[in-house]
């Protein structure tokens, strides 16, 4: 019995999901002529980076999807279990200027934008 439990403890802590949202490329990097670098592949949550580096996740978001779409697909089943007692983390992980502030939609400045609009002008 104790062996068992510890079997399904270690199992329920490794339940991770990964999503990774594709940032659309900034202002200045449009100007200094860079390319995307990252291409997603229609139909399956998967990335290539160059021309052969395949990673596959739980999703993929590109960055033309809404703010509201990630948290329907990516966040709001978190928040559900949370609401039923189970433990739920949402992490943002990156390197600076990846686009965690970006997709996680925070700033320091109130806005009248709507938090799913917020971030969309910044990298056109």
Request: proline share 6%; net charge negative.
């Amino acid at each position: 019995m104790f062996a068992t439990t510890l079997l399904t403890v270690y199992v329920l802590c490794l339940d991770a999901r990964v999503a990774l949202r594709i940032r659309p490329l900034s202002p200045q990097e449009h100007a200094n002529g860079e390319t995307e670098c990252v291409t997603q592949l229609p139909g399956v949550p998967q990335i290539v980076i160059g021309a052969d580096r395949a990673f596959t996740f739980d999703y993929v978001f590109s960055p033309e999807v809404s703010q509201e779409q990630i948290y329907d697909d990516a966040i709001a089943p978190l928040v559900d279990q949370f609401l039923q007692g189970y433990n739920a983390t949402i992490l943002a992980y990156g390197q600076t200027g990846s686009g965690k502030t970006f997709s996680m939609g925070t700033g320091l400045t109130i806005s009248a934008t709507p938090p799913e609009l917020q971030g969309k002008n910044q990298y056109k």
